[in-house]
């Protein structure tokens, strides 16, 4: 794929550098003339509101992945009857619950991702919001302290940081070291994961052959997502 090929696709990936484009013309064309700075300041409220839901999801979406991969290799590797109980739901050992939990961790993964999209989307629009309703504080960059806050183990969608030289660094520190446990950690977990279930139920297992072709799909999807999304950030 040519390099200009792969520029208009990242381009026109929703959460690529168009598609922010697109939200921050069309907040610009909504508020204009008389009246535009009070109709941007109570937009921005709901933006705002959306944009901390969605970062909660996101720090619930963090939670369950890990919680997730832990209760599968609880249960894989006993070989006698076992229940686990999380919250008001019991899981149980059960060979098709072994084979289903990594599919469940990869879509978890991807709907994380595909929050992170729209995460960067209500970012830009409060943040153009901000400078039509609030010029100054945006200039200072008091718009990036109230940013709602993202789950530790979470960083797709860690955007430019501003601030001092060590402030920096350790922003840039902080993005690698959670984008390799939200990024890395779930591959490895579902190598090791399909390998054990390929062990222990065989390679005639018909489910255990469409649940790794679903996961495979939700993890080159989620994969395409954080790369675009990583564009924007």
Known sequence: MS???RQRLLDSFPGGSSARDSVRQRV?????????????KEYGENVYAAWKDISVSLSRSAILIFLLMAVFELLVYQHAATAISIGGFTLGNAPVV???LPAIVAFVLYDGCRLSVRWLELQTAYFELIKISAPMQHNNGLDFLVRPNLPALWGITVSNYTGSAVDKFMHR??????????????VAFECQAYYRLIQKFGYHNVLLWIILVITALFGVSSAMTAMYVRRGT
């Open 3 to 5: 390099r200009f090929v």
């Open 28 to 40: 610009l064309d909504s508020f204009q003339g008389d009246g535009s700075t009070v109709q941007a």
């Open 98 to 100: 072994q084979i289903v």
């Open 173 to 186: 520190v902080n993005f690698y070291v959670t984008s390799t446990m939200i990024l890395v950690v779930p």
